[in-house]
């Protein structure tokens, strides 16, 4: 089993949908996550952190579910311009750095218009 | 805001040249590291260093080297380009579990 594994994706939505992808880690001792946003060409970006059962901002939630070992990502009414790649990363427990992050490998994200 | 800068943004290189790809943050950050993205196989780890002369392979170190002789300045060097080092190379830096990245080069190695 990969220690991160997305959704793979690509989720194609109408605009104003509601949309959620999952992100599974296999580490069961990982205390923090994050969620990134990628757009096409770019850099990653940190769209936000998770430390306990959940996080919202705006439109976004990110929950965890430590029982299952997934964190979900949540997009409410969504917009053109959230059409990106969503990175899932997840801190190797007691590593002491960030060293060892664990990347998913993304899940792309097409909003229709 | 935290900036890491990466001089180089589009590159094309010949099989066996010596290739400099430069990071900069400005966040007095610890930690930073070299990435590559490529299609399909996501980030992977190639370098990274936790202080100033130090550094620790990734998941995929070869044919490359790195140097760190000040703590804002990471170089990743790919001592004799081939081919299959063509991608999208990301440097990053953090303090702590959260990371920032630059805006990645581009490599095209003919």
């Known amino acids: 089993r990969k220690e991160v594994e997305q959704d793979p994706g690509p989720f194609n939505v109408p605009e104003g949908a509601t949309v959620a992808f999952n992100c599974t880690y296999s580490?069961?001792?990982?205390?923090?996550f994050f969620w990134y946003r990628q757009d096409c060409r770019k850099e990653p970006k940190l769209l936000m952190s998770v430390y306990s059962s959940g996080n919202e901002d705006g439109r976004f939630t990110a929950q965890l579910n430590r029982a299952s070992q997934y964190i979900s990502l949540l997009i409410r009414d969504s917009k053109l311009s959230d059409s990106a790649t969503y990175l899932c990363v997840v801190p190797l427990p007691s590593s002491g750095s960030a060293r060892q992050l664990t990347f998913g490998s993304g899940t792309q994200l097409t909003v229709l218009p | 805001d935290v900036k890491v800068t990466q001089s180089s943004r589009y590159l094309v290189k010949r099989t066996g040249e010596k290739v400099f790809l430069e990071c900069v943050q400005d966040?007095?950050?610890?930690?930073m590291f070299w990435y590559r993205q490529d299609p399909g196989l996501g980030l992977r780890l190639i370098y990274f260093s936790y202080d100033v002369k130090m550094k620790e392979k990734g998941d995929i170190p070869e044919g490359y080297s790195v140097s760190r002789e000040k703590k804002e300045r990471f170089s990743l060097i790919l001592e004799s380009a081939s081919t299959n080092q063509t991608s999208m190379y990301l440097c990053?830096?953090?303090?702590?579990?959260?990371?920032?990245f630059g805006e990645g080069s581009w490599l095209t190695v003919v």
């Open positions: 580490n069961s001792a990982s205390q923090s």
């Open positions: 966040m007095d950050h610890e930690n």
């Open positions: 990053a830096s953090s303090s702590g579990n959260t990371i920032y």
